[in-house]
């Protein structure tokens, strides 16, 4: 079938949902598909906060948040980007209040605000209380309330059909995207004068991880099989604190109301690795940390963990700010965090890298100004870049919401102004998505995608996590070489058009697969260390030859090409970075 | 993106409310009805003492209190036998306690009916849910009520009239 | 250690009824019950079919009957549901609703539901310059009711919605709980009266399975008495 609509987005967590309803605010008719229910959407599972300098616990500006953010990022974030977030970030969080967020208050009925890695005050001194929370469930209250805007202003959703191709017009401009609908195996053309992508994260490329299933970076997978780049794919956060061996998150926030990482010798290691800042150092200081911890063998007894200790917190801390979490380790690991230390390890947890997008979310072809036209990416999966090399806790959630907003009104004005009229269909647009589903399909003999995808899970672990090497990072390219065939050969055993979720799972394997490599190449490539990527060869900064972005281009199958950016500097020169 | 679910309708919280109220008063209703009807001594329409299976068996009769058995005796002659029955009417009959007791049991049958029909009318509307079928069963079950109340009214009202005693 | 895993498959399209099959599958106690499906999916049968996500009890995606009871896969581990070696697990879709497939219930009547009480903070003054104020203890009256994840657990756990599947059920209450008590919304004169209706807050009848239900541990039915005790109020004074 071929739905017809001004604007589609494709993927309905918070940055979806907040394109969805400015874009629909402004007139256009627009209409959302995911590949889950929203409400599944991964931006509920955000626990700690959303970082804005509301200033409501004490003094606090926006300047000192983008300081914070650029030197977080490694300075690798573009400084324009970056502003505009710091400076939009207090406006959009009285949106979201006036919308019906349910955020914690502090005594004085305003939005209760705590302490997060990397965010300090007057450029550095001090931790400051910035990041803005509900308990410890900040993205399920806010993708909850986006959603019932969205409801309220009657944005028109397909529920669990997934986006498998973008339609381009032999010009290169966007019209629409190929979804498979779940419940019936139909596959259905969106014919649209927009597109936005809001597809989100790519965690399950590596073994242990914070994100769902569902983040298996569809998004953009589909822009890189499409001939365009994808941007900063090297860097890719390991959140310090994930449940030992779950990888299940624990927030940030645990650290903000107190909480403290030791080691076997019960030593609070971090105040060597961050005399200032000590336990809310950014995520790739502490994840590096604690793996030289364990590797110097003062793991828990001897282990590849470290201990997180509430304790000294008190029960009623922990019940009325980290209820969430208190939950997990009870449920998961039996361990009471009022009683006992967690065990934790870092946990691959988000994608700095993306879709290069310019901050009004248009995507970009081939450096600034080469737009795509009638593409848009928002929120994780997108690369504005305002996260650089790394990002810092409670900035992902202020990501979506700004730039989900500006891309939706962007996308709303464009059409007012232009009233931009349908680019025609090229023929047979859904080829390509047939053709593949029906060479999965048709698949007798080989192995079932688990296993595939197991392996190329453990790789990606082993090899280019937290600290690489030349040797690792090529042992990985290796592996990746073989998993590829394999994953070209994988059979599945439901062959049914009634809700195929193991025709899927293939799908999403191959996205994985592309993603895996296009990672592990921008690593290879950058022969440097900064923020979260981490090279072992190449241990310093290097500004002179990779203060810049990187973009990688699929020329075919295995084969790759980069190209460079330059980084936007606007007030902040690089400096080395000691927290 | 219309739903058929949430349609107004008339409020039913006053219903619901009266079944908390009436469901709140049944529940003292019930233990004066008992204590009186069924354990004071002085009032109760049973015996003053309890009998054993043995002596049930053997034909006994429960002993009274002794105005109970004069009052009956006065109107049914001296060899008159006492039963459970006579003694709620002679208090029916009271003239200063029959208003009391009739208002007590006028009371006690509104608001037995009220909320045993309000709790049938929710059973009746979750299982039968064609809208036809609901008007119909719900006419029905309130006209049910209201003739089990003009009985109960009639019943109540017109007790003891026969046992004013004959002074 | 082994157990028995017992699913109710049924897949429309090649299945006049449901049926049950069994796996014998080497487990983890510490494991969820979603582990235990995910294994079978990935190693045994790839056509069992379930939805997942987050996996750890936050998206709401994997409710279902396990053990006979409305539970997260996701958030059950297996040594709560067995005693010891050899033992069964049961799963069967949430009751009541239809099945789409397998474990997957068609949810759309349960959101057509929340859709119905407005489920959206109503406001008429204009919006301050800055946030609207709340205290800690007005935010305390609905802090409970916001960690609903729109599972579906509860409102397929109750009798009256057993009964009577028109009825709007726990977790669409709640949700008008939630807003309605929010001390920022206005709205109580719109959302009342759908709440308070025929299918609404009044076959509400205490029952409690809800709670029972709830991953969330939400104490709904207080909430909803809440409610109640509202929309009597709101009566009386009309």
């Not at chain 1, 290879?524 to 990688?552: F, V």
């Not at chain 2, 002679?90 to 306690?97: E, G, I, N, S």
Request: aromatic share 8%.
């Amino acid at each position: 079938m071929i739905f017809s609509h001004d604007v589609v987005i494709v993927g309905a967590g918070g940055s979806g949902l907040m394109a969805a309803l400015y874009a629909k605010e402004g007139g256009a008719d627009v209409a959302v598909i995911s590949k889950l229910h929203p409400l599944r959407s991964h931006t509920g599972a955000a626990q700690g906060g959303i970082g804005a300098a509301l200033g409501n616990e004490e003094e606090d500006h926006w300047l000192w948040h983008a300081f914070d953010t650029v030197k977080g990022s490694d300075y690798l974030g573009d400084q324009d980007a970056i502003e505009i977030m710091c400076q939009d970030a207090p406006r959009t969080i009285i949106e979201l209040e006036h919308y019906g967020v349910p955020f914690s208050r502090n005594k004085e009925g305003k939005i209760a605000q705590r302490r997060f890695g990397g965010h300090t005050r007057n450029f550095g001194e001090a931790p400051v209380r910035r990041t803005c929370h509900a308990a410890d469930r900040t993205g399920h209250a806010i993708l909850h309330t986006l959603y019932d805007q969205c409801v309220k202003n009657q944005v028109r959703f397909y529920d669990e059909f997934q986006a498998l191709d973008l339609i381009m017009t032999p010009e290169g401009v966007c019209c629409g995207v190929v979804a498979y609908e779940l419940l019936t195996g139909e596959i259905h053309v969106f014919h649209a004068k927009m597109v936005c992508l809001a597809t989100g994260g790519y965690g399950r490329v590596y073994k242990t991880t914070s994100n769902a299933h569902a983040s298996t970076g569809d998004g953009m997978a589909i822009v890189l099989r499409s001939g365009l780049p994808l941007e900063d794919m090297e860097f890719v956060q390991f959140h310090p604190t994930g449940l030992y061996r779950l990888g299940i998150l624990v927030t940030e926030g645990a650290r903000g109301e107190g909480g403290i990482l030791i080691n076997d010798r019960g030593e609070r290691f971090m105040e060597r690795y961050a005399p200032t800042v000590k336990d809310l150092a950014p995520r790739d200081l502490v994840s590096r940390a604690i793996y030289q911890e364990i590797r110097e063998g003062r793991g828990i007894n001897g282990k590849d963990y470290v201990y997180l200790d509430l304790r000294h917190v008190g029960r009623e801390v922990i019940e009325t700010k980290l209820p969430e979490i208190a939950t997990f380790s009870r449920t998961y690991l039996g361990i009471d965090p009022v009683k006992e230390p967690i065990p934790v390890a870092p946990t691959c947890h988000y994608a700095m890298g993306g879709i290069p997008t310019n901050y009004d979310g248009q995507v970009e072809r081939a450096g600034r100004g080469s737009i795509v036209p009638g593409l848009y990416a928002v929120g994780e999966c997108a690369c504005v870049s305002v996260h650089g090399a790394n990002r810092l806790g409670s900035n992902s959630l202020v990501d979506l919401v700004v730039f989900g907003r500006r891309a939706g009104i962007h996308m709303a004005e464009t059409l007012r102004k232009e009233g931009r009229k349908k680019e025609p269909l090229p023929d047979n647009p859904d080829r390509r998505v047939r053709e593949m589903l029906e060479d999965i399909l048709s698949r007798t003999q080989g192995e079932p995608v688990a296993v595939v995808r197991a392996d190329l899970q453990q790789t990606m672990m082993d090899n280019v996590s937290v600290f690489r090497t030349e040797e690792t990072l090529n042992t990985a390219l290796e592996d990746l070489k073989q998993i590829r065939e394999r994953a070209k050969r994988v059979v599945i055993r439901d062959k049914s058009k009634r809700f195929n979720t193991e025709l899927m799972d293939a799908v999403e394997l191959g996205f994985l697969v592309d993603l895996a490599e296009v990672i592990t190449r921008s690593a290879l490539n950058r022969t440097e260390s900064r923020g979260a990527h981490s090279r072992e060869d190449y241990p310093k900064r290097d500004d002179e030859n990779w203060l810049k972005h990187t973009l990688i281009y699929r020329e075919g199958e295995g084969e790759y090409r980069f190209d460079y950016k330059p980084v936007t500097i606007t007030r902040f020169q690089p400096q080395e970075r000691k927290y | 993106m219309a739903t058929q679910y949430g349609k107004t309708s008339r409020s039913y919280a006053m219903n619901w409310f009266l079944h908390r109220i009436t469901g709140t008063f049944l529940v003292f209703l019930l233990i004066t009805h008992f204590w009186v009807q069924h354990y004071d001594a002085q009032t109760a329409s049973v015996a003053a003492q309890v009998l054993s299976s043995e002596q049930i068996e053997a034909g006994a009769l429960p002993d009274y209190p002794e105005a109970a058995k004069e009052a009956v005796r006065a109107r049914y002659g001296p060899d008159a036998e006492v039963t459970p029955y006579d003694v709620v009417m002679l208090r029916l009959a009271d003239p200063v306690y029959a208003v009391l007791w009739k208002g007590f049991n006028i009371l006690f049958l509104i608001f037995a009916l009220h909320h045993g029909f309000y709790g049938l009318n929710n059973i009746l509307t979750d299982y039968i849910r064609n809208p036809i079928g609901r008007v119909l069963a719900q006419t029905l079950s309130w006209t049910l009520a209201l003739v089990l109340l003009i009985v109960g009214l009639y019943s109540i009202i017109v007790a003891g009239w026969g046992y004013m005693p004959a002074s | 250690m082994n157990v028995k895993v017992k699913i109710k498959r049924f897949n429309p399209e090649t299945d006049a009824e449901p049926h049950w099959e069994t796996y014998e599958v080497d487990v983890d106690p510490m494991d969820s019950a979603l582990s235990v499906l995910l294994h079978i999916k990935w190693h045994i049968d790839g056509s069992l079919t379930f939805r997942k996500s987050c996996g750890h009890g936050v998206c709401g995606s994997d409710a279902m009957k396990i053990n006979g009871e409305n539970r997260l896969a996701c958030s059950v581990l297996v040594r709560d549901l067995v005693k010891g070696e050899g033992d069964t697990i049961t799963f069967e879709p949430l009751p009541t609703a239809p099945v789409i497939k397998d474990l997957v219930i068609d949810q759309s009547r349960f959101f057509e539901k929340y859709r119905a009480v407005k489920p959206w903070l109503i406001t008429r003054t204009p919006p301050p310059e800055r946030e609207r104020l709340q205290s800690p203890e007005e935010f305390a009256l609905i802090d409970d009711a916001t960690k609903c994840i729109m599972c579906g657990a509860c409102t397929h756990a109750c009798p009256s919605t057993w009964a009577d599947p028109d009825y709007l059920g726990p977790a669409a209450l709640l949700k008008a709980y939630r807003y309605t008590f929010d001390s920022r919304d206005e709205g109580a004169e719109e959302r009342l009266p759908v709440v308070d209706s025929r299918e609404g807050l009044w076959k509400c009848y205490t029952i409690f399975n809800c709670n029972e239900a709830c991953p969330k541990e939400i104490d709904i039915s207080r909430w909803l008495s809440a409610l109640k005790r509202r929309a009597v109020m709101e009566a009386a004074a009309r």
